[in-house]
């Protein structure tokens, strides 16, 4: 009941973003699409400009979005925080600050993005984008039920239980653990490049789920109960995304490191560039309907 209780606040916390970013895109479509020389004679002008009413209001707001996204890099190195949700609960949150917060400062800007402000908007753009990335990467690691990354050891051991599962449980034969195997194999072989194998990750869980289903409807023994045909088809499933994982387990840790040490310097750049734009902009006055 608690998942699913979290799921519903996670997709209308999704719902309340994405809304909201919609509908003031769609309220100030007119003035976004008139030409810069002509907005100061646009009736929305003093309400939709940077410095305007709703305009320094997106900004702000996506501003504080952007700081909380450092709330999950908080909770992964200081340990009182860690009995406040899974990791995984607050990557979610941080993916949810980095996409809607991202869009408010892009209305924000009124897609007006000159001088330092560009340099600030591309900054952003590059963060959202190798996080869009490093998401990507993320989920194709094993992970605990708290988040955190399952050493190769804890790996082995769970596609062992599994594996035990499916014969000495749910009475599979033992040839069939490794025909899942090869299930989960396809695709990777020696002459699969990392580029190859990155462009296929996307769609390959829904590829997987389709052979696993294949190999399901000639493998489960005739006259299983429905229920004992679940059980087995959710642990084969686990069973052929872990093998899966483990393969990619060298490629993907080290592509993981070097998005990191990309993704960082990217973040940081954003930081202070979105500082120095409100310092500016609070020395100027250029706030809440003052300035051009």
């Known amino acids: 009941m608690g998942r699913f ?8 916390l999704w719902a309340a973003g994405l809304g909201a970013v919609a509908w003031f895109t769609w309220q100030g479509a007119d003035y976004y699409t008139t030409p810069l ?5 646009h009736p929305g002008y003093w309400m939709l400009k940077p410095g305007g009413g709703q305009g320094h209001l997106l900004g702000v707001v996506g501003s504080v979005l952007m700081v909380a996204m450092l709330l999950y890099s908080v909770r992964r190195r200081w340990r009182p925080l860690r009995r406040f949700g899974s990791l995984s609960t607050w990557l979610k949150f941080h993916i949810f600050c980095g996409v809607i917060g ?9 897609f007006k993005v000159t001088g330092l402000v560009a340099l600030s908007f591309w900054s952003m753009i590059l963060v959202a984008a190798s996080g869009v990335l490093g998401r990507y990467l993320y989920v194709q690691i094993p992970r605990r039920r708290s988040g955190d990354a399952m ?3 804890e790996t082995e051991e769970r596609r062992r239980r599994l594996s035990r599962r499916l014969v000495d449980d749910l009475g599979l034969d033992p040839s ?10 396809t ?5 699969a490049g990392l580029l190859r194998v990155l462009l296929r990750l996307p769609w390959e869980g ?10 399901l409807a000639r493998s489960v023994p005739r006259g299983a109960s429905p229920t004992l045909t679940r059980e087995i088809g959710e642990t084969v499933a686990e069973r052929a995304l872990l093998e899966r994982r483990v393969l990619l387990w060298d490629r993907l ?3 993981f490191h070097y998005w990191h040490v990309a993704h960082k310097p990217f973040a940081i750049v954003m930081y202070l560039f979105m500082i120095v734009h409100v310092a500016v902009a609070l020395m100027t006055g250029y706030a809440w309907g003052s300035g051009g």
């Open 37 to 41: 020389i002509d907005r100061p004679h």
């Open 187 to 191: 695709g990777l072989g020696p002459g």
């Open 176 to 185: 069939a653990v490794g025909e899942i195997d090869g299930l989960a194999a």
């Open 151 to 153: 050493t190769l050891e």
């Open 5 to 12: 209780l979290g799921k519903l606040f996670h997709g209308a």
């Open 102 to 110: 991202p869009l408010l400062v892009i209305l924000h800007s009124s």
């Open 253 to 255: 840790h080290g592509l």
């Open 206 to 215: 829904l590829v997987l789920r389709f052979r696993v289903r294949r190999y």
